[in-house]
């Protein structure tokens, strides 16, 4: 019990500071020399700069372009120019971390040059692409924004990376959405232009029948009946004939006639909301607009961001003293008087502090 009491005052901000003082000089000793090592090491021969550049994008709130202006729904909650929310925040971090985007930066600055990879070395994209995700990242804002960040040794690279990848991004979506959208054009085109003739169809052969003297079935045959049974009345033999052959072409085609008419006005309809379909479509094909709104362009960093030379340094010193301070307790506890006198020499915090003469005396 009086052992663990002994061991637990050594161990105290007292003892500690003892011990720090006892071994003041190699203490700083080795504060110094790992401070130099850190400044050394941590100088361009050894880490080469880097230098950020940043930029940030708001997604928009939709992507079909007809949706928002060609709509006749005008209950959509789509605005061309609001901002998107969580989800189309998200879209676009995928989009941007995808490998569309990624080997278009990598091959339009060769990226595997730059990065100093050899083109026959092994495992040479698993390298290229890790340096790519170490050096280029994309990640949320508070403010559910998309922040680009470009590390690069070369300042003017690191920006022109940075607005590239926030353009590619507006040429990733519209290439993806064209290709939808192209095949789904071409369905509502060959099904609008079907329809369209069919509709021709139709109108030719109901022209046909008009060009026979049918021009409102119902009409005519109330009419020519009426007027049968007047000619009937004065016993007009001319007039009867006349009136019974208008009447047997009236019924030979107007059954024809009816069925066309009706099927024409259905049609037509049909052909309206497909026409409507085939412009929204051609648009969506056709049109681009921008999926993105660009809050901060990246521009040409002034100074390095990386390496943090004086927090390196910092890290160094305090991470080698505490090691250093731990090792002389280990001394102090663990060895002999006579191989603490062999490693360090000299009085202790409290014995220098007893030896000095009080100010009374």
Known sequence: MQKQSQDETDLSSIGLLSIAFRYRKPFLIIGLAAAVLAMIFSGPFFITPLFKSTA?????????????LLSTNFNTNKDLLEIGEDEQTERMLQILNSNKIRDRIIQKYDLMKHYEIRPGSEYRFTRLYDTYESNIKFRRTEYMAVKITVLDKDPRLASLIANDIAELFDSTMNMMQKEVASKAFVIVENEYLKLKSEVKSIEDSLNAIRRLGIHDYESQAEMLNQQLAIELAKNNKAGINALEERLKVLAQYGGAYVSLRDMLEHERKQLSQIKAKFEEAKVDATQVLPHKFVVTNAYEA????????WLITLIAVISSMGMALIIFVAIEKFSSEEVKKKLFSGPTFHEEVTSKPSRKQ
């Open 56 to 68: 940030i994008l708001y997604p928009t709130s939709s992507n079909s372009i007809s949706k928002v």
């Open 302 to 309: 002034e100074k390095k961001a990386f390496p943090i030379r």
